[in-house]
T-cell receptor, first 109, second 114 residues
Framework: KNEVEQSPQNLTAQEGEFITINCSYSVGISALHWLQQHPGGGIVSLFMLSSGKKKHGRLIATINIQEKHSSLHITASHPRDSAVYICAVRSGGAQKLVFGQGTRLTINP | EAGVTQFPSHSVIEKGQTVTLRCDPISGHDNLYWYRRVMGKEIKFLLHFVKESKQDESGMPNNRFLAERTGGTYSTLKVQPAELEDSGVYFC????????????FGQGTRLTVV
């Protein structure tokens, strides 16, 4: 079992829908990252969280340290949001990231 | 400011050949990481440099992989000899020193061993 699990693995929705992607982890962490990768593109950092909630535009990320769970929400989804969304954690004192398997999101017009 | 750049973007080589991947981190970033995604799996850590020193190389799969970061600037990852299972996308990331500093990723190098 991977230390970082994401769900769902694939998600297809219609433009305008509210999207939620979940991430659960089994280790103690110092930070959790949400990353985005468009087809053929590089990886872009969306959020880095160690507690609470962060918002950037239509994207919201939350984390519950006690439950070892984080969610990424997209409001008013748009076809340009179609990408792979990846959760990654920095565990304890280590600097390296441990990644989830990613969630492939497709938003249809 | 230039981001993290990786060369080449794609490489197709035959089994048994040698390939060298290069990563140029963002200027001033002392942390440099190599990661790899093989088909259908999650991205996995290979190693971490702090300046020119290997801080953690626990993710290197075997001794066919050699990473260097001479002078603490750009880094190379050499695979010699390449095997079919080495195919995947190799990502480089860099960050400033410090606790929980943001990592910036390169576009990746897609390596195909045939």
């Amino acid at each position: 079992k991977n230390e970082v699990e994401q769900s769902p693995q694939n998600l297809t929705a219609q433009e305008g829908e509210f999207i939620t992607i979940n991430c659960s982890y089994s280790v103690g962490i110092s930070a959790l990252h949400w990353l985005q990768q468009h087809p053929g593109g590089g990886i872009v950092s969306l959020f880095m969280l160690s507690s609470g909630k962060k918002k950037h535009g239509r994207l919201i990320a939350t984390i519950n340290i006690q439950e070892k769970h984080s969610s990424l929400h997209i409001t008013a989804s748009h076809p340009r949001d179609s990408a792979v969304y990846i959760c990654a954690v920095r565990s304890g004192g280590a600097q390296k990231l441990v990644f989830g398997q990613g969630t492939r999101l497709t938003i249809n017009p | 400011e230039a981001g993290v750049t990786q060369f080449p973007s794609h490489s197709v080589i035959e089994k048994g050949q040698t390939v060298t991947l290069r990563c140029d981190p963002i200027s001033g970033h002392d942390n440099l990481y190599w990661y790899r995604r093989v088909m259908g799996k999650e991205i996995k850590f290979l190693l971490h440099f702090v300046k020119e020193s290997k801080q953690d190389e626990s993710g290197m799969p075997n001794n066919r992989f050699l990473a260097e970061r001479t002078g603490g600037t750009y880094s190379t990852l050499k695979v010699q000899p390449a095997e079919l299972e080495d195919s995947g996308v190799y990502f480089c990331a860099s960050s400033y020193l410090g606790v929980n500093t943001e990592a910036f990723f390169g576009q990746g190098t897609r390596l195909t061993v045939v």
